[in-house]
């Protein structure tokens, strides 16, 4: 099975920063990758699919990269609206799926 | 506008069984494009994948929850299930269903999900 660890599990930033997520799966998943954007009481919005492509109507400082086993999520320029908990999602297995822990976007 | 609509008991007793059903409306169940998906969230915590299953009735189980879990599907109610058995306390999440893509761009990517139902099991 993929194991996905993703870090940090936290972190704090100000609005403005520029902040970065990394995943590392634990074989190679090529760009078998999404990420997910959460706010407390919702469901996951997607935020960029196949490691590196921008979901319609997603802010251009959301950026995808990565290949293989080693990805990361940059929001560049932090919003207000940012502050939220993100996940890494292994698509590579669909149907049998994978999650990041997860990592928390504080307001500093 | 598809919509996913989970229901079921809030409240189940440790050792016994969880039940609940996805209700599938303003679209079909039955598509060849999409898997349909249950997962879970502790209070507080991760995303946590519990199982897939195909219209036809291809499942796919995560092996964390150790045969505990069955899915099925209802075509003729637009429904899809999930019973998860001898839970115990961290059986205690928010479950929600979800629609997986399984074909072009977005292959594997959820595209819309339920807004969950929270399970608490406590005697």
């Known amino acids: 099975d993929i194991q996905m660890t993703q870090s940090p599990s936290s972190l704090s930033a100000s609005v403005g920063d520029r902040v970065t997520i990394t995943c590392r799966a634990s074989q190679s998943i090529t760009n078998y990758l999404s990420w997910y954007q959460q706010k407390p009481g919702k469901a996951p919005k997607l935020l960029v699919y196949a490691a590196s492509s921008l979901q319609d109507g997603v802010p251009s400082r959301f950026s995808g990269s990565g290949s293989g086993t080693d990805f990361s999520l940059t929001i560049s320029n932090l919003q207000p609206e940012d502050f939220a908990t993100y996940y890494c999602q292994s698509t590579f297995s669909t149907p049998r799926l994978t999650f990041g822990q997860g990592t928390r976007v504080e307001i500093k | 506008q598809l919509q996913l609509h989970e229901s079921g008991p809030g409240l189940v007793k440790p050792s016994e069984t969880l039940s609940l059903t996805c209700t599938v409306s303003a679209g079909s169940i039955s598509s060849n494009s999409h898997y349909w998906v249950w997962i879970r969230q502790p209070p507080g915590k991760g995303l946590e994948w519990i199982g897939s299953i195909y219209y036809s009735g291809s499942t796919y189980y995560s092996p964390s929850l150790k045969g505990r879990v069955t899915m099925s599907v209802d075509t003729s109610k637009n429904q899809f299930s999930l019973k998860v058995t001898s839970v115990t306390a961290t059986d205690t999440a928010i479950y929600s269903c979800?629609?997986?893509?399984?074909?072009?761009?977005?292959?594997?990517?959820?595209?819309?999900w339920g807004q969950g139902t929270l399970v608490t099991v406590s005697s």
């Open positions: 979800a629609r997986l893509s399984s074909t072009g761009r977005y292959f594997g990517v959820f595209d819309i």
